[in-house]
């Protein structure tokens, strides 16, 4: 028998294994579309076919293919990201027989037509495979990591050209490289070869001397002018060098849709990166929450970071674009389009909501100006998608939830008249999902508030909460070498400094 949105077909043979053939296609379309296929066994195993990319529970299916199975029951969910409705059922493979399963997946939304296109920063999978997963994510950016630490294919062989653009007009970074150590992981796009960092210890050298290297082209020429620049990514908010990297490595975006969100539950701690109030902020949910409390902080120290996603598909249990960015780059689906507005915050991060948020009719980025003293007064108007019920849609204000909206059901469109900003600084809207298991939401980049003439807002608890953080991350280093840590500490007091300076120019408390 078959469940979810599928037909059947089934026909005899003298052979004791089957065949058991999928075809998926858009609702009202007749077209294979490439998509994940999450099928489990008989035994409850997820099943994984030879020649397709497979991963943890899923596979990628360009739109049909054909499986030699043991006769059972077998289950299947297809997905195609958030854009689309999964399709769920049960397929019953009899002994010597064949069964042809052809299901449909419901695009609900579609959202590059309102000039949205997606992406990730994190895929670690075989290049070979990348075209057809962003196929099956439905994808148009990816960053793909192909050296980390010591691992590194390009040692010996030469690496390719940076972007690569797939025949259907998708585009990966196949020269996506991860320095992961002991104070957290940076990401970097836009290189022509790795960094040097195949022999660094978990100390040594300091993480910011690989990122100033990466900075300075004329003394590393690293630099990939295709790209337009070198792009650094903190991998996560909570990793204890980033006090140090957002004093002196002046990254290009923070990953508040990270890899400790999964699919289907969640990493509840910190790894090796600064612990969280765990009664405060409790599991399963409590990391998610603690991602975001950092990155309010760092936009309240008057730092504009636009945050960024990542799954880590590959290394984590997530398919490719689970955590996923949105950029809107209207009419131009170019790479150096979707990088650019990434870097300006028109853009959303989500792992489920579909959460457009226009503020006075301008994107999230924005710098909205106060004028003569005056409260700015701020109409929202937010569009809202999501495959799960959403449990708080919230205005986030320097740092606080000053509103609650409600929403009556999906689609939603909603406008908010009412909401005033009357000091200067920030805020961004969020969308929280209804789910126990996992940390799913959505969140636009901030809108900026500036007031003629007055100085960016910074806070000084904001600016002191780094300011601690840096002295305990210092006093964590594990370098014996009196030479060595004498380097690394060069770095911490620059940082040191460099808040310092920040704090003296605090506007608030």
Known sequence: MLGGNSTLNAWESQSASGVLEITVAEFGSDRPVPCHVFLTGPDG???????????????ACPGSCKLNLPPGDYRYTIE????????SGRATLPAGGKLRVKATIERTVNLAREGWLPGEMHVHRPLEDV?????????????????????????????????????????????????????????????????????AARDYPSSVTFLEQARDDRKSKIQNPKSGGVWVDIEKPFWWDVPLWVALGRPDSIGIANNHMLRDGMYPNEAWGKPRDTKRLPDPLGNGFWSQEIYYRLLEAGVRLPPSAGSASGVLPNPVGYNRIYAHTGSDRSNSAWWKAVKAGNSFVTNGPLLRVRANGRLPGTVLHQSGGKALRVKLDIQLDCNDPIRAIEVVQNGKVVRQIASHGLPARIEVTDFVMDTPGWFLVRALADNDRTFRFASTSPFYVEANGAPTRISRGAVRFFLDWLNEREGRLKITDPAQRTEVKTYFDRASRWWQDRLSKATVN
């Open 45 to 59: 195993k997820p099943v994984k076919p030879p020649g397709l990319p497979f991963w943890r529970d899923h596979f």
């Open 80 to 87: 195609r990201g958030p854009e689309y409705r999964p399709s």
């Open 131 to 199: 075209p057809l997963l962003l196929q099956a994510a439905d994808l148009h950016v990816a960053g793909a990591i192909t050296w980390w630490n010591a691992n590194s294919p390009w040692a010996q062989t030469q690496p390719p050209s940076s972007p690569q653009r797939t025949s259907d007009g998708r585009w990966y970074d196949p020269m996506g490289g991860e320095d992961e150590r002991e104070g957290g992981t940076l990401l970097y796009f836009g290189l022509e070869k790795p960094l040097p960092i195949q022999s």
